[in-house]
């Protein structure tokens, strides 16, 4: 079977897929890829199925070696990549062969880098997925001497690029009503969409922990507030009145109160946050809302169709002549009008 051996890891890599759905009532949180998008565009360069699982590598990558042929793709937040020492594009699909060696350095901008194998990571699944979940203790993070198993690669197809969407940045998160919304009064409301935030130095797949100048922003009677659901996007208030925005790893329940909840396709937008990255709150109706992420899915199922051949330099292409450079030949001394038919 084609994979990887892993020869060196950065510390907080792990498996990952789109997660657990349906298991809030057991305790278990969704989990899967902080950045889903990014499963979406190694899927389309690979041809495959956006659910297959990957390697997630936060802000780290490694080393790794393959033990048979196999197709790659990296997305995610770009790191430095080289293939035997030849660089490699990011946002690419690449093709690497039986021996040959992977080095993947640390993230340029963003967070969360993936690296992507055609047939997906054929680890053990576990309660119906292979997504590591290291808060509810399934599976553990990736670790030098493991292995990176290929699932069967239906597809051939390599050598593809894509214009991937800028998210490492920070920018606009839009917020929607939640559940707790209306403890908090008008006036805090809009000072919270009116303030300008960062990206703490607090970080995890749990969520991200936002810090501005100025007060905090308190719920009326939060010391009263039971416990409830709670899910990925939610903006939950510390006792100080500090907030973070919750990720695929949040708990399922909690009693500190929740301002609103960031719409999902901007929830990569905060995973991907480096440390002072700015940031800044819109409120948006739930009818917006719902208009923005059914906008931002079709953009997700069209990736497939936004995929282009990679202009690579045929100076540093090792298996060039591998390549059909010429799809036809014609003598310079025939007559291009020449039918071959005799009049």
């Not at 290291?134 to 990736?142: D, K, P, W």
């Amino acid at each position: 079977m084609s994979g990887l051996n892993i020869l060196r890891i950065g510390p907080a890599a792990s498996v990952q897929d789109l997660g657990r759905p349906g298991l809030l009532g057991q305790g278990v949180s969704q989990g899967g890829a902080a950045d889903p998008l990014a499963l979406a565009e190694g899927a389309a360069l690979l041809r495959q199925d956006p659910g297959l699982a990957a390697l997630e590598m936060a802000g780290m990558g490694g080393e790794f070696e393959a033990t048979g042929p196999l197709r790659i793709a990296l997305t995610g937040a770009p790191m430095a990549a080289a293939l035997d020492g030849e660089p490699l594009a990011w946002n690419a699909s690449h093709r690497i062969e039986q021996g040959q060696k992977l080095s993947i350095g640390a993230a340029r901008s963003g967070v969360y880098g993936y690296l992507h194998l055609g047939g997906g990571i054929a680890t053990d699944p576990l309660l119906g997925a292979r997504a590591v979940h290291l808060m509810a203790g399934l599976g553990r993070a990736a670790q030098a001497g493991g292995q990176l198993p290929a699932g069967p690669d239906q597809g051939s197809e390599t050598g593809l690029a894509l214009q991937a969407e800028d998210r490492f940045k920070g920018g606009e998160l839009r917020i929607v009503d939640s559940f707790q919304s209306h403890l908090f009064p008008e006036a805090v409301r809009a000072r919270f969409a009116a303030t300008a935030f960062s990206r703490g130095s607090r970080a995890n797949r749990m969520g991200v922990e936002m810090v501005s100048e100025g007060a905090g922003f308190a719920a009326a009677g939060q010391l009263n507030i039971l416990s409830e659901v709670i899910l990925p996007g939610d903006v939950q208030m510390t006792g100080d009145g500090k907030p973070f925005v919750l990720l695929r790893e949040c708990q399922t329940t909690g009693g500190y109160p929740r301002i609103g909840t960031v719409l999902p396709c901007d929830l990569p937008k905060a995973a991907q946050a480096q440390a002072g990255t700015a940031f800044r709150f819109r409120w948006v109706s739930l009818e917006e809302g719902l208009d923005v992420q059914d906008k931002a899915d079709k953009r997700m199922r069209a990736l497939p169709g936004s995929c282009k051949p990679l202009l690579r330099d045929p100076a540093v292409i090792r298996d060039l002549l591998s390549y059909q450079l010429i799809s036809g030949a014609v003598s310079a001394d025939a007559d291009p009008f020449a039918t071959g038919e005799t009049l």
